[in-house]
Every structure is written in structure tokens, then in C-alpha cells.
């Protein structure tokens, strides 16, 4: 039998509710997995002590992480910084009440890094201890990863959902923009941020969707028509990276699929330097307290991406946010065509070293301008054993469609 912690969210609801497993056995197995091995992985920065939860709904006695960006009561939030090493929020976040109200029991806090930019966290990839989880969400994508907790938050504002998830090799997904409740969520592009998730297969997306907005617990698989993207970043992408997203759609095509090249107009060439003109403006007002009252804590990156921020005109701020409409309008024509739009989740394998960066978001940055949802599928492997994913790219707004074409892709990838 499948150690419990081993399962993933949806394995473990079944188990639960046939009575194969307790929802206190499945907690035990989580903080047992921790114990053995967060002193290497170190994805958790706060453990909490409830039992396990006995409150009926959607996620009831399933353990969840949470990033910690994200505001819980009952234990510290520091967002990654040392400007808030003892911070006790009143309350909880939305998505954590919700998560508690749908009978799942927060496990604990997972690191992430600084106000979810790119200062580096002390947590490893499980795959190589030597090598970047990716981030900002780093915690939550390697404790899932490495069977830690079958379920855990991330926010992404860059790539900080997709990029760890494919890093780590597990399911990632980040919601349209505006779809999930961000209330408690410390901000740091408010144009940018989206709430999202790691597990470890599709159908434990849905279970937390039923949680959070009261989606169907199940999706039924559909396929797709697919759109392969290359993007007009794709030369940035390693040979792993590329071969990956052709590979999953040759794969896809044979399993039944249609595919067609998707080419997008030249407006998407820029779309990655408008994101980072975005999230520049917007940390500058987001963090202008941090910043006005305790820069002096806070790391060279954070401080930097700020004071760019507070160079960005309000014009050319405009311009990129017209940008991203204009943007928007052109991919509703696309996705009249396709279902889903195949590219890279990130450039490739996680890069070595813990204290250089996280990696680059680059092939994160134009979708979460554009609001997109987005999963990331795993399933490939690179030069150096470590994972590869593949990025699914759905339609503003539509997320249990992208859901259920997932679904479907989901066990066709090779």
C-alpha cells in the first residue's frame, strides 16, 4: 500500500472516505516525511500543531501548506522578510479560511522569498539539494514535491507558481487574474498577483477550486485543440526545454489531438518588458511602507525593483497596461481557434545553486500580464535528471476549461 503521505490529494480523499486511512494517520505521515527531511529540503518555516481536521467539505482531514506571503492567525507571517520576523496577523487570509471552513487543516508555513521577489530562500530542490526550487514559491513547490503535504499555496506575480512547479516536477496551476480571493495575501504587483496551487496530479486542482469558489470537485477530461506556441522568447529555452513542448505535442497529436502552430503578432514581443515595467510601478507602491520605514532590512533585489518602480512615468506605466488589453483582445480571437496554447514553462532544468536566484520567469512573465491561467504538466526529465515541464496556457476567465483539457493531457504527455 501507498504510504499516506505518498498520495496525492485526491488519492487521499478517496482513501478517507472509504475508511482506508484517518485523516490523524495522514497528518502523521506528513509531519513524519517533514522530520525526516526538511533538515535538507528545508521547505517550511512554521509548523503548526492542530489535529487533524474533522469538519466535513471538500478538502476535509487533507493537509495544505501555505506560502508565507499569505496572512494565517493562529501562526507567524513573515513574508519572507526580515522586516517582519515576528509578524502575527489578526486574522486569516481568505483562501485559508476557506481552505479551514472546507475541512482541510493548515499544516503549516512554507518559505518563500522576500515579498515573493527574487531573494533566495534557504529551501533546496528534493531532486538535487544542490540546485534552485525555483521561487517565489518555493516552500510549497518542493514539501509537495517531495511528499511533504499533498497540497500547498503559492502566488505568482512573475513566474513564481509555474516556474517551481516545473522545477520540481509536480502540477502547478495559476488562476486567471481577479479569480481567486487575494484578501490577506501581501501584495507586490496588484496589476499582477494571482493565487494558485501545487499537487500532484489534475484532479487535485479541483478538489482545492471546490474549496475556494464551490467549482465540481470533478472535471471531465475533454481534448483539446492545442496551439503550439513557441513564443517570441522560445531561443531563450535550453534543448531540454524545447524538446519538452515538442515532444508533449507530438505526443498529444498522436493521442488524437489537433495541433497547429501558433504564431502570435509581433505586440507579444514586448510583452515580457511590460510586465516588468508593471510589477516594477506596482512594488513601488505596494511595499512604500516597507520601503519608507525599513529599507535598511530589506535585500538589494526587493530595494532595486522599487527604486525602478518609482522611475516608471505614469504614461509609460499606462502604455503597458494597454498593452496587456490589447494583448487580451488578440488571444480571445486565438483561443476561438484553440483550447489551449502548449509552450515552455521555464527556460529548463532548475539551475545549480541556492543563493544566486530562483531562475528565470521568462517564459512566465507575458501570461500573468495577460491574466491567463495556467498548469504546468510534468512528466519530462532533462540532461541532468532533473524535471522539465510543459506549460498549458488557457483562455482569460476560463480555467475549468483549461482544467478539463488538462485533464486530458495530463496522462498523454511523454
Not at 185 to 199: N, Y
Request: hydrophobic fraction near 40%; glycine fraction near 10%; charged fraction near 20%.
Amino acid at each position: 500500500m501507498t504510504p499516506a503521505n505518498q498520495l496525492s490529494a485526491s488519492q487521499a480523499r478517496g482513501a478517507l472516505d472509504r475508511g482506508e486511512i484517518g485523516a490523524a494517520e495522514l497528518l502523521a505521515a506528513c509531519r513524519a516525511r517533514i522530520a525526516e527531511r526538511d533538515g535538507a529540503v528545508k521547505a517550511w518555516c512554521h509548523l503548526g500543531r492542530d489535529k487533524a481536521s474533522d469538519t466535513p467539505g471538500p478538502l476535509a482531514g487533507i493537509p495544505v501548506g501555505i506560502k508565507d506571503i499569505i496572512d494565517t492567525a493562529d501562526m507567524p507571517t513573515t513574508y519572507g522578510s526580515e522586516v517582519y520576523p515576528d509578524h502575527r496577523p489578526a486574522m486569516d487570509a481568505a483562501c485559508v479560511a476557506l481552505v479551514r471552513a472546507a475541512g482541510g487543516t493548515v499544516l503549516g508555513k512554507t518559505v518563500s522569498t522576500e515579498f515573493a521577489y527574487f531573494q533566495p530562500g534557504n529551501t533546496a530542490n528534493p531532486h538535487n539539494l544542490a540546485h534552485t526550487p525555483g521561487g517565489s514559491s518555493s516552500g510549497s513547490a518542493a514539501a509537495v514535491a517531495d511528499c511533504m503535504v499533498p497540497l500547498a499555496f503559492g502566488t505568482q506575480t512573475g513566474g513564481s507558481v509555474i516556474r517551481p512547479a516545473a522545477f520540481c516536477g509536480v502540477v502547478g496551476y495559476k488562476a486567471s487574474y481577479g479569480a481567486m480571493p487575494l484578501y490577506g495575501v501581501k501584495a507586490l504587483g496588484h496589476d499582477l498577483d494571482s493565487l494558485g496551487w501545487f499537487c500532484r496530479e489534475l484532479a487535485d486542482v479541483h478538489l482545492m477550486r471546490a474549496a475556494l469558489v464551490g467549482a465540481a470537485v470533478e472535471v471531465d477530461a475533454v481534448k483539446p485543440r492545442i496551439g503550439l506556441c513557441r513564443t517570441y522568447e522560445w531561443e531563450q529555452a535550453d534543448g531540454d526545454s524545447q524538446a519538452a513542448v515538442l515532444a508533449a505535442a507530438k505526443s498529444l497529436e498522436a493521442a488524437g489531438a489537433d495541433v497547429v502552430d501558433v504564431d502570435l503578432p509581433p505586440l507579444f514581443g514586448t510583452l515580457v518588458e511590460q510586465q516588468k515595467v508593471v510589477m516594477a510601478q506596482n512594488a513601488a507602491r505596494d511595499l512604500a511602507f516597507e520601503y519608507n520605514n525599513h529599507r535598511d532590512r530589506m535585500s538589494k533585489h526587493i530595494v532595486a525593483l522599487i527604486e525602478q518602480g518609482l522611475g516608471v512615468d505614469f504614461r509609460t506605466y499606462q502604455a503597458a497596461i494597454t498593452a496587456a488589453v490589447q494583448g487580451r483582445r488578440h488571444l480571445h480571437r486565438v483561443f476561438a481557434e484553440v483550447d489551449v496554447l502548449l509552450c515552455p514553462s521555464a527556460p529548463g532544468e532548475a539551475p545549480e545553486s541556492l543563493e544566486n536566484g530562483t531562475g528565470d520567469p521568462v517564459f512566465n512573465r507575458m501570461w500573468t500580464l495577460l491574466g491567463s491561467p495556467c498548469v504546468n504538466l510534468p512528466g519530462h526529465t532533462g540532461r541532468h535528471g532533473l524535471p522539465v515541464g510543459v506549460q498549458a496556457v488557457g483562455a482569460l476567465g476560463r480555467d475549468e476549461k483549461l482544467q478539463a483539457h488538462c485533464a486530458w493531457m495530463e496522462s498523454r504527455i511523454t
